[in-house]
DNA sequence: GAGTTTGAAACT
DNA sequence: CAGTTTCAAACTC
């Protein structure tokens, strides 16, 4: 995957042209078009005139699909950090509708959902004239100076997709939908598509089970590079559209989404140049006339990708360019290195520096990202340890998040995480929910990436404390948008947050002397290069998902669910571990006995092996006690033990973050081949805490009676989720702390294939250093 | 918001 | 490897 050649400067290449030059079937009268609506009960995308309702608010298990990381990814991918950046230059962008016309070259991902009325102004802004754009934004984000225009084209980040109410961008989307349709119709080769890999799906299900099962397929591109449609992709550096349209009856009204993807290639910051190739491809903009298409202007397209292609999580886009950033360094020297890719955007000079949100954007977009993610082991694992940590949450806050984004209130990508993350704004999550990124394809880079996606919602947070606050509220996650507020570090060590979950600090961030930034990648870089090398572990997770792990000897806490552990334990002498200077009970995590710990209380598991269980009442009590105040706050981050304690008291386990996801989403995952997806059930982290909670109020508090999750049950469920998570049991460098190896499979009764394949082909720790 | 406490990270 | 110092988060007031 490393040496998959990445992205592709030059985006014009005789493939690419031949897709847009070739046939332009309408695809209404494509084969490939009527096989796919026999297949299928899915309606003809066609029919656009559903009002399209893709209100996020209202909109529960779509949005995962789009939110996914995958498809997030594909699209964001590209973006990220030149939204950003653009959002300062372009204030005028507006998000407001949910137009998503996505159309870079490179991954295009389209989503229509959009605000109702929206969609003749956006459709009008966008053919029509770059008329003021409301910019919501002001993200604090964004204070990147612009790097180039390129980046200016893009959307930022910080820019919010105001969709505002959900009626409105009803409306919008569904214009825009028929609007690209009818575009596509003309404009798309499908046959080109099909080869080349593009993925079309065109389904309506009912309850968006059907939309899981197929989006998987474009999700798989994400993470199953391997696929020959991938390979093909890669190779053929075409322009590679993955359509899925998603008629979704879940919507009241029936919205359909559409979400496309071009990956041409990776070659980032392509996307504007070629533009005009990409609409020739069958990009299609919305529009206010389907003629439209032709006319637009790279401005033009810029802006609306701004507005629209990151329709799922605008809050993510910070995340993810930050996250990215250290393993977009990497790859891109890599790539420089290499220069077999002739990757323009390494190639280029200028955009060395700035490149870097170009660059990260491969990292997440769609399958590409994962070349990349192995560039640098400290995202990678800490995408990793978010996971764990944000598991539950990747899914729930993905989607409260992207909710959060069409909030009207929300000042785009940077609004607080207080409001969006809220969990009890954020929708509920069901299974279905779930599904589309558990079985979704996950990659662990999207589990990292929508790990940080969530704290992105906190970089509107001014005030380091309210930050912090926030972040609590909205289940910090280690990993996750950190903000730090280092003095003396110059965030180029562990002790800064953001350095140490692999992430650049941000405006959020109210360090001093900031070092961790894009501007100084080589700092940052040797910087990291150099601590990995003192311990090749500094940067992986540091709560550890063992749930396949054979408990330590003498370790009983392991059996409860939440078998995760911290990566070194902690060392604890006052706090007693109950408190969040503990790293393991900061991570949700029970104490092992690889912990130090003195007088150790941890309410998720005492280090000696006392389960939860039997201190229930004792942590109980204490919690209530000594946290009384924060308890509540807390609760919805992290320890949300608590309430499922309170709410299963007769669960046989202790109900960890963990074990509610499970109990409540029967891990869906049919590719558990992502290491993520252990991750994404890891509880070790608050922010995992948070999406239990979510759970727990979407489903616990329900007085449906909790059914005590055997151990054989967590047991296969641990497996199958944290298939990796075991496989990454890291030992600590310093051999404080170790796991036994065996431990990885040895439990799974039912292995699952796809972990080996992932452990296998995601090194250990790879490290930092662009050797690749 | 300022000050204190805490324990990880870094240093010796 | 142990002890000490530095650091910034977590916490308290």
Redesign the pocket.
């Known amino acids: 995957m490393l040496e998959q050649p990445i992205y592709l400067a030059d985006m014009d290449t005789p493939e690419r042209n031949q897709i847009g030059t070739t046939a332009v079937p309408k695809f209404e009268d494509s084969p490939v078009f009527n096989y796919i609506n026999n297949l299928s009960p899915i309606q003809p995308v066609k029919s656009i005139h559903t009002a399209q309702t893709f209100n996020s608010l209202s909109f529960s298990s779509l949005p995962s699909v789009f939110t996914s990381p995958h498809t997030s990814s594909y699209k964001e991918s590209r973006f990220l950090r030149r939204r950003c950046y653009s959002d300062l230059s372009r204030p005028d962008f507006s998000s407001e509708n949910g137009n998503k016309g996505v159309t870079g070259n490179v991954d295009e991902l389209q989503v229509n959902s959009s605000a109702p009325d929206d969609k003749s102004e956006s459709s009008t802004k966008l053919s029509s004239e770059p008329q003021a754009l409301k910019s919501h934004s002001s993200r604090p984000d964004c204070d990147r100076p612009l790097l180039d225009s390129e980046d200016r084209a893009v959307s930022d980040p910080c820019v919010e997709n105001n969709s505002g109410s959900g009626s409105s961008e009803a409306e919008g989307n569904r214009l825009v939908v028929s609007q690209t349709e009818e575009k596509e119709g003309t404009s798309y080769d499908w046959e080109s598509l099909i080869t080349e890999g593009a993925d079309l799906f065109i389904f309506s299900s009912p309850n968006g089970s059907e939309a899981i099962r197929l989006v998987q397929r474009p999700l798989d591109l994400v993470t199953g590079f391997p696929s020959s449609t991938l390979a093909q992709m890669m190779e053929n550096d075409n322009a590679n559209l993955s359509r899925m349209r998603i008629a979704d009856p879940i919507e009241s009204s029936g919205g359909q989404h559409e979400i496309e993807f071009s990956s041409s290639r990776a070659g980032e910051g392509c996307e504007l140049k070629d533009m005009d190739q990409a609409i020739d491809d069958g990009i299609s903009f919305p529009t206010s006339s389907d003629s439209m298409s032709r006319e637009i202007t790279d401005d033009e397209v810029a802006r609306y990708i701004a507005d629209d292609c990151m329709p799922v999580s605008n809050l993510h886009r910070g995340m993810r360019r930050r996250c990215l950033d250290f393993e977009a360094a990497v790859s891109r020297r890599k790539n420089m290195e290499d220069g077999s890719n002739g990757c323009s955007v390494s190639t280029h000079p200028e955009e060395k520096t700035t490149s870097m949100d170009k660059q990260l954007v491969p990292y997440k977009s769609g399958g590409v990202a994962t070349r990349y993610v192995l560039t640098g082991i400290g995202l990678h694992l800490n995408a990793l340890a978010t996971t764990s940590k944000d598991a539950k949450n990747l899914n729930h806050e993905r989607f409260s998040s992207e909710r959060q984004l069409n909030l009207p209130n929300s000042g785009g990508l940077c609004h607080s995480s207080s409001t969006g993350l809220d969990p009890l704004s954020t929708s509920i999550v069901t299974e279905q929910d779930m599904d589309p990124s558990g079985s979704g394809v996950q990659s662990e880079e999207d589990a990292a990436m929508a790990s940080a996606y969530v704290l992105a919602d906190d970089f509107n947070q001014n005030?380091?404390?309210?930050k912090?606050r926030r972040?609590?509220h909205a289940g910090?996650t280690e990993s996750s948008c950190k903000?730090?507020?280092?003095?003396?570090?110059?965030?180029l060590?562990?002790?800064?947050?953001c350095f140490?979950a692999g992430v650049y600090c941000i405006e959020p961030c109210s360090?001093q002397d900031c070092f961790n930034k894009p501007i100084y990648e080589d700092t940052v870089l040797a910087t990291r290069k150099q601590?990995e090398s003192?311990?090749p572990l500094?940067f992986a997770p540091?709560v550890i998902r063992n749930s396949d792990s054979l408990p330590e000897p003498g370790d009983e806490s392991n059996k409860t669910p939440a078998s995760a552990r911290h990566k070194?334990g902690?060392?604890?002498?006052?706090?007693?571990?109950l408190?969040?200077?503990?790293?393991c009970y900061?991570g949700g995590v029970g104490c092992s006995i690889s912990c130090r710990?003195e007088g150790c209380r941890n309410a998720f598991g005492r280090k000696d092996g006392s389960s939860l269980l039997g201190l229930e009442t004792e942590l109980e009590e204490e919690e209530t006690e000594?946290?009384q105040?924060?308890v509540m706050d807390?609760a919805l981050q992290g320890p949300e033990i608590q309430n499922n304690e309170e709410q299963n008291p007769g669960s046989a386990t202790p109900s960890t973050p963990l074990q509610l996801s499970r109990q409540l989403v029967p891990l869906p995952f049919s590719a558990m081949s992502n290491p993520l997806r252990s991750s994404f059930l890891n509880v070790g982290s608050s922010s995992g805490f948070y999406a239990g909670n979510q759970l727990e109020k979407s489903n616990i508090l329900q007085p449906q009676p909790v059914k005590p999750v055997s151990e054989d049950e967590i047991r296969n469920i641990l497996h199958g989720d944290c298939s990796h998570g075991a496989g990454m049991k890291t030992d600590s460098p310093?051999?404080k702390r170790i796991s036994p190896p065996q431990s990885e499979f040895g439990l799974s009764p039912l292995p699952r294939t796809g972990r080996k394949l992932i452990l296998q082909s995601i090194p250990s720790f790879p490290s930092l250093t662009p050797q690749h």
Request: proline letters at 2%; charged letters at 40%.
């Open positions: 005030s380091p404390k309210k912090r972040l609590e910090e903000r730090c507020n280092c003095k003396k570090s110059k965030c060590k562990l002790y800064c947050e140490a360090c601590i003192r311990n500094a540091k070194r902690c060392n604890c002498k006052k706090s007693n571990c408190k969040r200077y503990c790293e900061q710990c000594t946290n105040k924060s807390k310093n051999s």
